[in-house]
Nanobody, 125 residues
């Protein structure tokens, strides 16, 4: 069993930055591809970014390319999402997630096995 806990959300102004963290329990953290989703009010949960187990491969949603950076520190069992040049449309609850076995390339919510409870990011214009 893996538990994920997000932190770092809050209020930011457009053009500003925030850094989200996702702390994971369990000794097998290093074996998991991990990533972030977000869900804005009234919208479906959407993929934001993912990172391979070793941290060498990353994939981003088109809407955040060039602005967000996903990293991980396996020694700390922690994953990060650095969010720069924030826009009001980045306002959402951000969730970290781990996919089901065999689904590391299929990043839709139904393919995820573990979720954090989310952290709210609000970007004002």
């Amino acid at each position: 069993q893996v538990q994920l806990v997000e932190s770092g959300g809050g209020l930011a102004q457009a053009g500003g930055s925030l850094r989200l963290s996702c702390a994971a329990s369990g000794r097998t953290f290093v074996t998991y591809t991990m990533g972030w989703f977000r869900q804005a009010p009234g919208k479906e949960r959407e993929f934001v970014a993912k990172i391979s187990s070793g941290g060498g491969r990353t994939v981003y949603a088109d809407s955040v390319v060039g602005r967000f950076t996903i990293t991980r520190e396996n020694a700390m069992n922690t994953m990060f999402l650095q969010k720069n040049t924030l826009k009001p449309e980045d306002t959402a609850v951000y969730y970290c997630a781990i996919p089901k076995v065999g689904y590391s390339d299929n990043w839709v919510p139904a393919a995820m096995n573990y979720w954090g409870k989310g952290t709210l990011v609000t970007v004002s214009s």
